[in-house]
């Protein structure tokens, strides 16, 4: 059974930063495409950035290009989002995914399993 969990989230002023982690269990990371999707509130869930199979290709919504970067750690079984330049329009709960398919997909619907969830606020 594939388990993804989420932590790392807070309160964090803007400019600031944060480490978002994603414990994989049940699968390995290294078979799946692994990426992260926020949601705002009273918006949908959106694609933020995603990391292929072979941990060699990335790809990052427009918004976050720049200030947000996904990675791996095999031996750990965990994937990181580092954001940096932290600003308001951040704010949401950020979810870990992954992909059983190929491809750097952003669309919520094909990814297979997904975490809870780990809040990320914004604000001075």
């Known amino acids: 059974q594939v388990q993804l969990v989420e932590s790392g989230g807070g309160l964090v002023q803007p400019g600031g930063s944060l480490r978002l982690s994603c414990a994989a269990s049940?699968?390995?990371?290294?078979?799946?495409?692994m990426a992260w999707f926020r949601q705002a509130p009273g918006k949908e869930r959106e694609f933020v950035a995603a990391?292929?199979?072979?941990?060699?290709?990335?790809t990052y919504a427009d918004s976050v290009k720049g200030r947000l970067t996904i990675s791996r750690d095999n031996a750990k079984n965990t994937v990181y989002l580092q954001m940096n330049g932290l600003a308001s329009e951040d704010t949401g709960v950020y979810y870990c995914?992954?992909?059983?398919?190929?491809?750097?997909?952003?669309?919520?619907?094909?990814?297979?399993?997904w975490g809870q969830g780990t809040q990320v606020t914004v604000s001075s």
């Open positions: 990391l292929s199979r072979g941990g060699g290709s990335t």
């Open positions: 049940g699968c390995t990371i290294t078979s799946y495409t």
């Open positions: 995914a992954a992909r059983v398919g190929y491809g750097l997909v952003t669309m919520v619907s094909l990814y297979d399993y």
